[in-house]
């Protein structure tokens, strides 16, 4: 761990702080603030729950909120705990269970859940020990991760073993009323929300640069990108389009054409729409992470407690199928600039940047290779917003299916990143065999890094060790 701590205060964690918690390149403490916010909740929890019935602590969850728990039935928590953690299908990687945990330990924080506040240090302890508790993959449709949240409960309580496993695992012993509040949460939706976002605005920035290079090979107009053309757009489209001017400052010029396919003239309009998607996940997210989505929710202020539907997670579903959707479209457009790439009337070189004599096949694979990512891409951004659900005895009858939004924003990083590799394997091959340099800056200081990298030699070869290469180089050029 290199980075400053994370602070889990309830009220400040972005998706760039879980994301370095979570990938361990950072440690995490609470606050005293979220301390003193989780005591005086779990104060208010006490004394309510002692005049009034309050759901999950002294009732039955789901169905049987009508049915009571008295205070001498010890063992109501524990069942709680045991009979949720029954999620199934493989263990989600570590890094999504440490951000779930990030995200549980900083909404218990904000105050609203009631939980012994003496469990924020415990999560703390196990983070910043490396360790991860087992979540299965299937078991939330996007209000609640209970499955993932009892699992976590039962690592606390001693019943599971923390991952790895190991002596000394951090423990606390959760009372019985303390179960449905410690796991009433999307935490486990939230975490992996901010990881995707974390690492789709890096591929962003990454896409933008390699769009530059593409530019460049085929000495594309610069005037789709002026400033008065998107005066009065957008946030996004502004923000690609001033990157790109800066990038391709005092590029040689005139033009090839006085108008440039799609791929370059509409990368402004089609790339920004995806920024802004991404920043809209962003914030929404983070408005999510620092809140005290509880339910019940305790009031400190009011000295009350609010059963209400704060577990799900509309908002934030919706905003991620949104994100899969824009980057459909940016990446089709990383495609088709490809496209332009193997073909000589663009760039004035051999067809597919071909080094051997004609015909060969240089780089004509690529796309097939960026196509067929882009096919995956398309397929996930089947909004997840559209399923339905009525369970549990018909008592809850509607679900979101966020998570299947967040699974599915992890799992269009893969085919993204390939996309991507595809045009900067074949962008650097072009401005190499062109013998084009960037005028300067972070555009020949990027090249620079990518050629170092990767391959010159232009033969026909298997292309499977260039894209691994340029896999490697993303997120150095997201960095940049």
């Not at 049915?67 to 999504?96: F, I, K, N, Y």
């Not at 802004?276 to 005290?292: C, G, L, Y």
């Not at 990767?454 to 490697?472: G, I, W």
Request: hydrophobic residues 45%; glycine residues 10%; aromatic residues 4%.
């Amino acid at each position: 761990m290199s980075s400053a701590p994370v602070v889990l205060d309830g009220d400040s964690l972005t998706c760039a702080r879980v994301a370095a918690a979570a990938r361990g390149r950072a440690p995490v403490t609470i606050s005293d603030a979220g301390r003193d916010r989780a005591r005086a909740a779990a104060l208010v929890a006490a004394e309510v729950t002692a005049q009034r019935p309050v759901y999950g602590r002294t009732t039955g969850v789901g169905a049987n909120r009508d049915q009571p728990v008295g205070p001498a039935d010890e063992e109501a928590g524990l069942r709680l705990m045991r009979s949720h953690a029954g999620g199934g299908g493989p263990l989600v990687p570590p890094e999504l269970s440490r951000a779930m945990l990030v995200v549980r330990a900083n909404q218990l924080a904000a105050g609203g859940a009631g939980v012994d506040p003496g469990v924020l240090d415990v999560l703390a302890d196990g983070l910043n020990r490396g360790l991860a508790v087992p979540v299965p993959t299937y078991g939330a449709i996007g209000t609640g991760d209970l499955t993932a949240m009892a699992e976590a409960a039962l690592c606390l309580i001693g019943e599971r073993d923390w991952l790895p496993p190991g002596p000394g695992q951090p423990r606390f012993p959760l009372g019985s009323a303390d179960a449905l509040a410690f796991m009433s949460s999307s935490a486990a939706t939230l975490g992996e929300a901010c990881l995707a976002c974390d690492d789709l605005a890096g591929l962003l920035r990454a896409s933008t640069l390699i769009a530059a290079f593409s530019m460049l090979a085929v000495n594309g107009s610069m005037e789709p990108y002026a400033e008065a053309v998107h005066r009065g757009r957008r946030a996004g489209q502004q923000a690609v389009a001033a990157r790109m001017r800066g990038l391709l400052d005092g590029q040689p010029g005139p033009p090839s054409r006085i108008q440039d396919p799609y791929g370059y003239r509409a990368l402004p309009q089609v790339h920004g729409a995806a920024v802004d998607a991404v920043a809209h996940a962003e914030r929404t997210v983070a408005a999510d992470i620092n809140a005290a989505d509880e339910n019940p929710l305790v009031d400190v202020a009011g000295q009350a407690v609010w059963h209400n539907g704060n577990f799900h997670t509309a908002y934030l579903g919706l905003a991620l199928d949104a994100v899969r959707a824009a980057l459909f479209q940016t990446g089709a457009l990383a495609a088709a600039r490809l496209g332009t790439l193997v073909e000589p009337r663009f760039t004035r070189l051999t067809p597919f940047l071909a080094g051997d004599p004609q015909p060969s096949s240089g780089v004509m694979i690529l796309e097939y290779v960026a196509h067929a990512a882009v096919a995956d891409i398309r397929r996930l951004a089947a909004p997840a917003a559209l399923g339905a659900a009525v369970l549990s005895r018909g008592v809850e009858d509607h679900a979101g299916f966020s998570t299947q939004a967040a699974r599915a924003t992890t799992d269009v990083l893969t085919p993204y990143r390939m996309v991507l590799a595809c045009e900067l394997v074949a962008a650097v091959r072009a401005l190499r065999m062109a013998q084009l340099r960037p005028a300067g800056g972070e555009l020949a200081d990027a090249l620079a890094l990518a050629a170092g990298a990767l391959s010159a030699d232009t033969q026909d070869r298997p292309l499977d060790d260039d894209l691994a290469a340029a896999l490697d180089l993303l997120p150095q050029l997201a960095d940049g």
